[in-house]
């Protein structure tokens, strides 16, 4: 039965890549550190900015429904519609 990698100790994984055990447990010690902040809220974008981004597009239909409302206004005072 082959083993994965959760299931190895240091040492198998010593043994079998070829990397010394410190560097195994400083890698180990460094994904533990940085991945909750991979896997948590995008670095550098705070509440306002997320929030601005979200109100984009609800920013850009209102502007084409006023332009909307502005043509229809303009084509029935010309006669078009």
């Known amino acids: 039965m082959q083993t994965t990698l959760v299931e190895k100790t240091i040492a198998q994984l010593s043994s079998e890549y070829g990397v010394h055990a410190s560097q195994i447990n400083a890698w180990k010690q460094q994904a533990r550190e940085k991945l909750p902040e991979l896997f948590g ?41």
Do not use: I
């Open 41 to 81: 809220r995008p670095s550098g974008m705070d509440d306002h900015r997320r929030e601005a981004e979200q109100d984009l597009p609800y920013q850009q239909m209102g502007r084409l429904q006023v332009e909307v409302d502005w043509l229809r206004k303009k084509s029935k005072a010309l006669g078009l519609t």
